[in-house]
């Protein structure tokens, strides 16, 4: 589609090409005097429809190749480290799930869909890094760079402590509860801290959907998180 400039109207390209195509076929036959292939209209316009449409295919697929591809340091940095973050909400709703099997039913509903939506998330993020032409994950000992406030990964925030996990796997059913909601809540406001930021500084319009799709999904954990009480 076009827009007419005198109108404003939506105009089809194809549709005046192929009637520009049918006229050439009726002047062809004027006269019933058979024309050489060069010098026949409907040859020549039938040739330049084809290059036409070629022309506007090749330009849509470079160009919707170009949106997708587009992205900067944030975008980037956002998705590896996230990754990461994402990752050990996997880990460490397995190893509740695990040491709690007579724990809260509704935290263990609450853990079973972190761990499905989250590793699904994973690999959202790893096919974008990909479509991006970076690295699948953060390379280096260092995350948050991306943000302006690069820190070791042990102080991402809200991401747990090898001793705290050493903690959740040594503690059973209620007590398990406990210490799990506390550490999830604490996990999903330190990816809901990236998401802010990335939501605000990312420029891939995939990404920026998935930061607002982080954002509303974990914060509704949160809200629900701390709706449960244990006893």
């Known amino acids: 589609m076009r827009s007419d400039k005198t109108t404003g109207t939506a105009v089809d390209i194809g549709s005046d090409a192929t009637t520009v195509a049918v006229m050439a076929i009726e002047k062809s ?5 058979l024309l050489p ?8 316009i039938l040739i330049s429809f084809v290059v036409l449409l070629g022309t506007i295919a090749l330009g849509y697929r470079l160009g919707q190749r170009t949106t997708i591809a587009a992205h900067n340091t944030v975008d ?5 480290d996230m990754r990461i973050h994402h990752e050990q909400a996997v880990a460490m709703s397995s190893i509740y799930l695990n040491v709690a099997p007579n724990g809260n039913t509704t935290l263990r509903t609450i853990a079973r869909e972190i761990m499905l939506d989250q590793a699904l998330e994973s690999g959202r993020m790893v096919q974008m890094l990909r479509t991006f032409s970076e690295a699948e994950t953060n390379e280096s000992d260092t995350v948050m760079g991306w943000m302006g406030t690069p820190v070791p990964l042990a102080e991402m925030p809200g991401y747990a402590t090898d001793a705290q996990m050493k903690q959740l796997s040594q503690l059973t059913d209620a007590a398990a509860d406990r210490f799990y909601i506390t550490l999830m809540i604490a996990h999903h406001k330190g ?3 990236m998401a802010e930021h990335a939501v605000s500084h990312a420029i891939n319009s995939e990404v920026k959907a998935f930061c607002e799709s982080v954002l509303k999904a974990q914060q509704g954990e949160i809200n629900e ?7």
């Open 225 to 231: 998180l701390q709706r449960l009480t244990i006893s």
């Open 76 to 80: 980037t940095g956002f998705l590896q």
């Open 191 to 193: 990816a809901i801290h």
């Open 29 to 33: 036959f004027e006269g019933d005097k």
């Open 37 to 44: 292939w060069w010098r026949n209209p409907l040859n020549i």
